[in-house]
């Protein structure tokens, strides 16, 4: 049950939560890993929390293939990111939130350099006060400090804050931090251990925005 607090900050995951991205995600990885015999599979995005860096190990057979490996997936996502949209009612829903009065941040496990020129290019940067890449800290999700640091930075506790994810790190993430999380499942099965932590999951991002604002309106 979520808390009778005044909303003041609402931090959303990136790649799967605000932009429609994971086709292209999942095409990189199986382009970087073409070469070596492995192919990803969709429950790869449960687990992802932090640059290529830190799970193309786990995926290829030996951690030699790691510099060639990362170079193809640069080269293909750079090459095919305008394949990339924000999820359909993103800027309206962020343009409410702002308006209300709600401070706006992103935790994402994509690198500072491809994460800023997507917010940029597709024009979401300016809406939010803060963000956390995954190359800014030396842990990343499920560890927390991530989340911890945006609370810092807004100056909001944990129970005035709503976190949008769509990885069963981002639930372990917020549940650390005591924060309400909603999880976008995309049709996975998710472990009960994992659901039982998130304070809500809905199947889409549209219905996750729509308890976003659903919270808002009721304090």
Known sequence: MTRAKQLRAVVFDLDGTLIDSLSLVLSSIAHALEPFGTKPTMEIFA????????????????????????????????????????????????????????????????????????????QLETFFAT????????????DPAGLREIMRRLGVAADETIFVGDADVDVLGG???????????????????????????????????????RRLGSL
């Open 131 to 142: 963000v956390v890449y995954g190359d800014d800290l030396p842990t990343h999700k499920p």
């Open 47 to 122: 687990k992802l929390g932090g640059p290529p860096e830190r799970f193309l190990p786990n995926l290829l057979p030996h951690v030699r293939h790691v510099p060639e490996a990362l170079r193809r997936m640069d080269a293909f996502h750079l090459e095919n990111w305008h394949r990339i949209q924000p999820f359909e009612g993103v800027t309206q829903t962020l343009t409410r939130l702002r308006a209300g009065g709600v401070q706006l941040a992103v935790w994402t496990g994509r690198d500072r350099e491809s994460g800023s020129r997507m917010l940029r290019e597709l």
């Open 175 to 213: 549940a650390a931090c005591g924060v309400d999380t909603i999880l976008v499942r995309h049709a996975r099965e998710i472990e009960a251990t994992v659901i039982a932590q998130a304070w809500q999951h809905t199947e889409t991002p549209a219905e996750a925005l729509a308890l976003v604002l």
